[in-house]
């Protein structure tokens, strides 16, 4: 570790890091991000949904001790929830109260008015600013549901770390934050962020990777039944589903069947918990009859 700024000095001990608060992480994602945190470069996650890349952010303001500020996309999340706006109702009581005490100096209220004090601060802007605890983690979720025209407004940010409002002036990051973008790929994100990004795709573990997330996520679970889980949940990978199912929907399965007080797999155990596995009625009907009895015959040999 760098004393001094907290952040590892070596791939391997991001690695180390990462380990530590449970997040087995294979080297080449390790390796992005000790570059992204040694470079200042906002890095960018690409993969399925519940592969990990939301807990790559939480796991380093965990591990830094730096805050956490997250910014979950949407369609039609615009600059006054994501970035800043005016409180207009204060504002109005402010121009109300200086027509009352007879303050006609029109330029000095406009002025007034936009204060520091009415700004309403949404996560980038508080991301930018100064923190105790060193810059923070911005986390900027799911980028790829957001629209086109809010991504064109984060380039100033990811490029210069700073905000222009247009009645103060330019906002910048004394301390660049570090940034974690995320995106499940349901639309292919413009070049031009990227480019200001280290890139990375999170795929889905291998077995061994996975069933050390399950024994430390699911301290509970015997080591047969965890096995059964991870091998269940390889071979349904490479099944014909709409939704594969994640690592966090592979942790959610452990914990029910452990609250079940289930010991081992069985065709009974598994259809009636699928829905903590499979999302979607049509891929869950898939897994009846023959199927179902045919993955778990091959999660379940030489175990």
Not at 198 to 219: F, G, T
Request: hydrophobic letters at 45%; charged letters at 25%; proline letters at 4%.
């Amino acid at each position: 570790m760098n004393t001094a700024s907290g952040l590892p000095t070596s791939v391997d001990a991001t690695l180390d890091l990462l380990n530590k608060r449970g997040y087995f992480a294979e080297r080449s994602l390790a390796t992005v991000v000790y570059l992204s945190l040694r470079m200042g470069r906002p890095l960018f996650l690409e993969g399925e949904a519940g592969v990990g890349k939301t807990e790559i952010a939480k796991v380093l303001s965990a591990a830094l001790g730096r805050n956490l500020i997250r910014l979950q996309c949407y369609e039609g999340l615009d600059v006054a929830s994501a970035v800043y706006e005016w409180n207009s109702a204060a504002q109005m009581i402010a121009i109300r109260l200086a027509e009352a005490a007879g303050d006609s100096d029109r330029e000095q209220l406009s002025h007034d008015i936009f204060d520091e004090r009415y700004l309403i601060k949404r996560p980038l802007l508080r991301a930018l600013e100064p923190d105790v605890a060193g810059a923070p983690v911005l986390l900027i979720d799911e980028l790829d549901r957001a629209d086109e025209a809010f991504e064109a407004y984060l380039l100033e940010i990811l490029s210069d770390f700073q905000v222009t409002i247009p009645e103060l002036g330019t906002v910048k990051a004394p301390h660049p934050p570090i940034v974690i973008v995320t995106s499940n790929r349901t639309r292919e994100i413009h070049d031009a962020l990227k480019r200001r990004c280290l890139y990375h795709w999170v795929d889905y573990p291998s077995a061994e990777r996975e069933l050390a997330i399950v024994k430390s996520r699911v301290p509970g679970i015997s080591a047969k039944l965890s096995q059964q889980v991870v091998g269940f949940v390889q071979a349904l990978r490479d099944q014909d589903f709409y939704k594969n199912p994640g690592v966090a929907e592979t942790i959610d399965w452990a914990t029910a069947l452990t609250e079940l007080d289930a010991r081992s797999l069985t065709p009974e155990v598994v259809g009636d918990t699928l829905g903590a596995l499979l999302k979607y009625q049509d891929d869950i009907a898939k897994m009846q009859g023959g199927t179902l009895q045919k993955v778990l015959k091959e999660a379940t040999t030489d175990i």
